[in-house]
């Protein structure tokens, strides 16, 4: 058998062939029954390997996720029985479904599906109408059960990444959170929309979007904005600090919209693949980031420290205390962990930011 | 192993302890949390992709769940299990317009309507999982650490060739002879589905 064909067919089943591979792999598999053959004992092959490692699923969080997806409105207080370990994330959703339910009063609840992604995990789902949706980490999102007969809303309370799926269908695929609505039209982009946030963020990886609301602070005029691919929309919605955040860093304008180029994109759906992009974000800002996205409790022994602004990459880190000594390395600062929560302090040494480069920081950790 | 030594049906019985499962969430945990696994690589063979498949699994026990006090299940819940996922992942590939190679060879050998022996009994099921991480043990060493990176830790070629410095060629090469040995190993396993 010719080699070439036989990388090709591993390339096809691990889902690294592009289209024209693609094609002559199943030209190939279609041409003879022995081909057929061999294609089916690779792939089972492939397949059948996964026994060999059985945790890669993992069904205790699975179980957990089930459980706060079919919840059939049971009060919070048999959820928690039943899951001690999310006890803190569905007291945030408790809090969350006050809101979530202002806004749906008009739909009666038991035709809603609810899931709540606790902090520590991200999620992907498959939305009835083929959309995928990535959800961050301490999200929630909510949709009916007749999704896609009558409406596409998608209620959200944190932060999604949408890949819409193309549908003949005439119904829109709107995005709701508490303050605006994302109308889409045939779109990948991500929704950035936390409660305890100052800021409203919606970023547009393909095709076009529309967001609409309340886009000016202290008026109630309803106004729309359009966003096309590489757009960055930022929305303050801090409405005690319309000009800033805390620090004073950065002048935020209340609604603002950036260009970026393809390779920032990443910088605000690198989160899916489990990227955290950091370009000169301020420590207060991170923090909130990482509390999600590792479930702890970050403590600022010092405020100053909030005001500090950091760059860098990590992929796929698992633990939370190899990211603070990664930016122990260039920061002054040091860090006490007890338990799930993390007190940072200022380090007695002077500040050298930039002692290493970002470059540096990616060959390490990529 | 021939395939009729582990031909196993599930008696009649199976019935009224499906009934109790569904009434008691305790015992609904311990059916979600024996069966999720196995059916979510059940159903990573139709749609290729684990995420995707774990999402099917999932919505089948949230359907379970929240029908169960009008389902009628005339068959065991293992084949009822089993079947709502085929289903789920059929559905899944038609909305995606996705033709599988996998799905074809199985409709053209009539095994779409069976239940994987692995799945009904459990004595194959011990016996794939040894042999798969035998097989996987005699790998030479090198196509070992590939092929775990590329399986277990989901990584892409590039992002394997990247990490052990090494060209994509080489990283393309050990996967070829890594999965071919594998083949070649499990396939009497196979053939019985």
Not at chain 1, 49 to 72: C, M, N, P
Not at chain 1, 184 to 197: I, L, R, S
Not at chain 1, 324 to 351: C, H, M, Q, S, W
Request: charged fraction near 30%; glycine fraction near 4%; charge should be negative.
């Amino acid at each position: 058998m010719r080699e070439d064909i036989k990388i090709s067919l591993i390339n096809y089943i691990t889902g690294q062939a592009d289209e024209t591979e693609s094609a002559e792999v199943r030209e190939w598999i279609r041409s003879k029954p022995e081909n057929e053959q061999y294609y089916f004992e690779l792939y089972e092959a492939w397949h059948g390997s996964l026994y060999a490692e059985r945790d890669i699923v993992d069904v205790e969080s699975a179980y957990a996720l089930f459980r706060a997806k079919a919840s059939d409105r049971t009060p919070v207080y048999r959820r928690l029985r039943f899951l001690p370990k999310l006890a803190a994330a569905a007291l945030v959703v408790f809090a969350c479904a006050i809101a979530v339910y202002d806004f749906i009063s008009t739909k009666p609840p038991e035709t809603l599906i609810e899931l709540s992604i606790p902090k520590g995990l991200t999620k992907k789902l498959v939305l009835p109408d083929g959309s995928t949706v990535w959800i961050n980490a301490g999200s929630q999102i909510t949709y009916s059960r007749d999704f896609g007969k009558t409406d596409r809303d998608v209620f959200l309370v944190g932060e999604a990444y949408f890949y819409i799926a193309k549908t003949d269908t005439e119904i829109p695929f709107l995005v709701k959170t508490d303050k605006f609505t994302i109308r889409d039209v045939g779109t990948v982009f991500n929704v950035k929309a936390y409660p305890e946030d100052e800021v409203f963020e919606t970023t547009v990886v393909e095709g076009k979007v529309s967001v609409e609301g309340k886009l000016t602070q202290g008026s109630d005029l309803e106004s729309k904005v359009f966003l096309d691919a590489n757009q960055v929309l930022k929305i303050n919605t801090d409405e005690n600090k319309p000009t800033g955040n805390k620090a004073g860093i950065r002048a935020a304008e209340p609604v603002k919209v950036m260009q970026i180029s393809d390779s920032q994109i990443e910088k605000y759906n690198g989160w899916k693949d489990d990227f955290l992009i950091f370009e000169g974000e301020t420590f207060e800002e991170i923090c909130k980031i990482l509390e999600r996205r590792y479930d702890v409790e970050i403590v600022f022994g010092n405020q100053e420290l909030k005001a500090y602004q950091y760059t860098g990459t990590f992929k796929n880190i698992e633990n939370i205390s190899t990211v603070f000594e990664v930016i122990k390395e260039n920061t002054p600062i040091k860090y006490n962990t007890d338990g799930n929560r993390i007190t940072i302090l200022k380090a007695n040494r002077p500040i050298n930011i930039n002692l290493k480069d970002d470059d540096d920081l990616r060959k390490n950790y990529y | 192993m021939s395939t009729t030594a582990f031909t196993y049906t599930i008696s009649d019985d199976c019935r009224a302890e499906d009934t109790t499962v569904l009434s008691d969430e305790k015992a609904f945990e311990s059916l979600f949390k024996t069966y999720y696994a196995k059916l979510s690589f059940f159903a990573n063979k139709f749609v290729n992709d684990l995420q995707v498949s774990e999402e099917i699994v999932s919505d089948t026990f949230t359907g379970l769940w929240e029908q169960r006090k009008s389902l009628e299940i005339t068959t065991s819940m293992n084949a009822y299990l089993y079947r709502m996922v085929q289903n789920r992942c059929l559905n899944y590939l038609k909305h995606k317009k996705v033709e599988s190679e996998y799905v074809n060879y199985l409709a053209k050998h009539n095994m779409l309507t069976e239940i994987p022996a692995s799945a009904q009994n459990p004595y194959f099921q011990k016996e794939l999982e040894e042999q798969v991480q035998n097989a996987i043990a005699a790998l030479p060493e090198k196509c070992r650490e590939v092929f775990k990176m590329s399986r277990f830790e989901q990584l892409k070629n590039k992002e394997i060739a990247e990490q052990l410095n090494v060209s994509p060629k080489t990283v393309e090469r050990h996967m070829t002879i890594a999965l071919d040995k594998l083949r070649h190993c499990l396939k009497h396993l196979f053939i019985a589905r």
